[in-house]
């Protein structure tokens, strides 16, 4: 949030927690960022990733840290949950770039890319039986899991983050491209 943050006392910061040196070099290494050579330092990694980028996965990987799903759940992996994550929170920040949209904008489309699966980690880690049985009607059945979710627990995991991302007070406009999210999920 300073005015004139240093790449150097942000990098620093990162290297103190192993978790999140290592979650951030593996995005800035990752297929979907597509450097032709390895980067091995946060230091590095935060000059090419940029402040907004590396301030989203901050946060995504906070929130992400906050749950413990028990291992075990069939169908849902917390890995996979978070690369689809950070590869969806990129997409949206190169959209709303190549739209020419407004710096705010960019930062909160890039922050609902990364979280608008959040309400699957809260079902996973607060009701993991009833989780496990959304995951396994949705394969059973072959239906998508948000409609597996609505017959099991009257609601969706967008609902769901929508619904917590606004008691926590984040911007309206991440709430909504999550409860967004939900709806277009409705009509198809």
Known sequence: ASEDPS??????????????????????????????????????????????????LVLAAHIF????????????????????ATVTGMLARMIMRLERSAMADVEDAAIA???????????????????QEACTMAVERKMPLFAAEQEVFGAT??????????LWGLPSPIVEAVDVARAARRRV
């Open 65 to 84: 840290s906050s749950f413990s799903v028990r291992p075990g759940l069939k169908g849902f992996s917390i890995n996979t949950l978070w690369r689809h």
């Open 157 to 166: 995991h967008a609902g769901v983050g929508a619904y917590l991302f606004g």
């Open 113 to 131: 890319g990364m979280l608008h699966d959040i309400g699957k980690l809260i079902l996973a880690d607060s009701l993991p039986d009833r989780f």
């Open 7 to 56: 790449i150097e006392h942000i990098a620093g910061i990162i290297g103190q927690d192993p978790s999140m040196t290592a979650r951030i070099l593996q995005i800035v290494n990752s297929a979907a960022i597509g450097l032709a050579r390895r980067i091995g330092n946060p230091f590095e990694a935060v000059q090419y990733l940029g402040f907004g980028t590396v301030r989203s």
